[in-house]
């Protein structure tokens, strides 16, 4: 998987720059066929979505079957949204307003669903990063299958996947669009988060707890067994 | 093009404008109008389209003079010419405002460029911020035929309208960047999306105009590559010799001397609501709720109405070609049958 810096403007969305659409509406509009039809009326844009705060596995059975959701559709691009490079896959949900890219094999394997194993083999790199993005997925509404986390497992937080730090105490979620800015202690969380198997919920100081739940509502942190 | 203004047109433009198209348009339009007085609020690269395009007028009017005078001989050039107009001084000028004050403005470039091109004659700057021009500054430039505008939001644009428009002569022309824009909206699934939709003032304006005896025309030219910075909006101010003639179609045809053998084309939705269009005025309503009172002369009706005698003479005209009122024995008066299904 690239590790490839990601540049984002985080006030202004790429692509889309005068219209405030987040980067999930400016892809839509770049990348998916339009119907000849007129729009109701202008409407601003909508408020950045919260995702939610549930427990989630950190690994997945190898031959857990996972699927593209109701909702989700996958697509292909001659060119990243995000990046440099060649064609890649896209699975977007209109509806939910969110869409990642994915390496073009991962994409096909998608198309008419895969194993877990199968899938860590068509996206390269450790078993549990390929885990961590494909958990995410299903936490995005894009994929069904993967299996709830045990209740009774202690719990941690950790970096939600596609998440960058976009410069200027901006953290960038890119497949919602959702741009937050955080102070010193919530940054300090997220990139602790970010180191060896995650921060504790239970080592979490009852000063940053609302900042820990905002950091996850807004998908820069997720919650794991 | 001419090389050297190729490349001084070449040194202005910033692919990001968007006018890449625009600008040849412009000079084109100046050249076929020939417009005497040219307004551009902001300057740019579209400041030498518009200056080679009355220059390519000036020179096309000085031949066009020849050869009505006599000087020269071409009989399918001189047969498609109106003498009087040909041999008219043409002598127009480039007014543009720009507030060169403004960090980012290419106001002393193009100005440069316009004295190495040698049309620097023809260009005057108004260094001052639009908006801080007075009425008695605007009026002092005399009717306009030709008016660009590129310069600021959808505000700025009605308020650029809202100071020309009664300033610009019949048969002018006002162009405007940007007709579309790429923003958030309802669809018809009611979920929020980005889409590229027609601005505010171009649908206002389409409404303004579905009217009968529209008083201009709008065209809007689509750049279908681009999401933002792109097309261009035409609105033609009608002079009184073109208004609506009220006459058939068909009639006006063997009037003509061809043959009807076809009917008009119908080009949208047959016109469902021809009163209701006729109706969707102030005044129209209020004459029309008069005679539904009380048949009247058109005197008689400016004086009850408190209304001027040639608007309630206009909206007669209108009403009567949408068979809502009659005028018999010298006295005008509402048409029932008209509401009967």
Redesign the interface.
């Known amino acids: 998987m690239s590790e490839r810096p990601l540049v984002l403007d985080p006030v202004v969305p790429r692509f889309?720059?005068?219209?405030?659409?987040s980067l999930p509406?400016?892809w839509?509009?770049a990348w998916t066929p339009?119907p000849d039809?007129p729009?109701?009326?202008?409407?601003?844009?909508?408020e950045p979505r919260v995702l939610d705060r549930g427990v989630w596995p950190r690994a997945l059975p190898p031959d857990t079957v996972l699927a593209p959701a109701r909702t989700a559709r996958l697509s292909r691009t001659p060119v990243p949204f995000l990046g440099e490079g060649g064609p890649v896959a896209v699975l977007s949900c209109?509806?939910l307003?969110v869409f990642t890219e994915l390496p073009v094999p991962v994409g096909e394997l998608l198309g008419g669903g895969a194993s877990v194993a199968e899938l860590r083999a068509a996206w390269g790199g450790a078993d549990a990063a390929v885990d961590h993005l494909l958990v995410g997925l299903v936490r995005l509404g894009l994929l069904t299958g993967a299996p709830a986390a045990p209740n009774d497992a202690p719990r941690a937080l950790v970096r939600e996947a596609w998440v960058t730090d976009a410069g200027d105490d901006v953290l960038a979620h890119t497949p919602t669009g959702n741009f937050l800015r955080v102070g010193t202690a919530a940054l300090a969380l997220w990139q602790l988060a970010g180191t060896g198997p995650g921060v504790a919920s239970d080592d979490v100081p009852d000063r940053l707890r609302d900042v820990a739940d905002r950091l996850l509502s807004a998908g820069m942190l997720r919650a794991v067994a | 093009m001419d090389v050297s203004a190729d490349e001084a047109v070449r040194g202005l433009t910033r692919p990001g404008m968007g006018t890449e198209n625009a600008g040849p348009v412009l000079r084109a339009v100046s050249r076929m109008t020939r417009p005497r007085t040219v307004v551009e609020v902001g300057a740019g690269s579209s400041t030498l389209h518009l200056l080679l395009g009355l220059r390519d007028a000036q020179e096309e009017a000085a031949a066009d003079r020849r050869l009505i005078g006599g000087a020269v001989s071409d009989d399918e050039r001189a047969s498609v010419l109106h003498p009087r107009s040909a041999l008219d001084d043409y002598a127009p000028r480039l007014l543009v405002v720009d507030d060169i004050s403004v960090a980012g403005t290419s106001a002393h470039q193009v100005s440069d460029a316009a004295r190495a091109l040698g049309l620097d004659s023809l260009l005057t700057f108004v260094e001052r911020d639009f908006f801080d021009l007075t009425e008695q500054e605007l009026d002092a430039w005399g009717p306009l035929d030709l008016v660009w505008l590129d310069a600021g939001t959808q505000a700025d644009d009605a308020g650029f309208l809202a100071a020309l428009w009664p300033r610009l002569a019949p048969g002018g022309t006002v162009v405007l960047h940007e007709p579309y824009l790429a923003t958030t909206a309802e669809t018809r699934d009611g979920r929020t999306a980005c889409r590229v939709v027609p601005t505010p003032l171009v649908q206002d304006l389409r409404r303004q105009v579905a009217v009968p005896q529209g008083e201009f025309d709008v065209l809007t030219l689509s750049e279908p590559h681009k999401h933002r910075q792109t097309g261009l909006l035409l609105l033609r101010k009608h002079a009184a010799w073109e208004r609506d003639r009220g006459v058939p179609f068909t009639e006006e045809l063997q009037a003509l001397g061809e043959t009807p053998s076809v009917g008009v084309p119908r080009l949208g939705a047959a016109p469902r609501q021809p009163i209701l269009a006729a109706l969707a005025d102030a005044t129209r309503r209020t004459v029309h709720s008069a005679l539904v009172l009380n048949p009247d002369t058109a005197e008689g009706l400016a004086a009850r109405l408190g209304t001027a005698p040639a608007q309630v003479t206009e909206a007669l005209t209108v009403l009567q070609r949408a068979g809502l009122v009659s005028y018999e024995d010298q006295r005008w008066s509402a048409v029932d049958e008209v509401w009967q299904p």
């Open positions: 889309c720059a005068q219209t405030g659409a509406l400016a839509e509009l339009h039809e729009v109701v009326r202008l409407a601003p844009p909508p209109a509806r307003a």
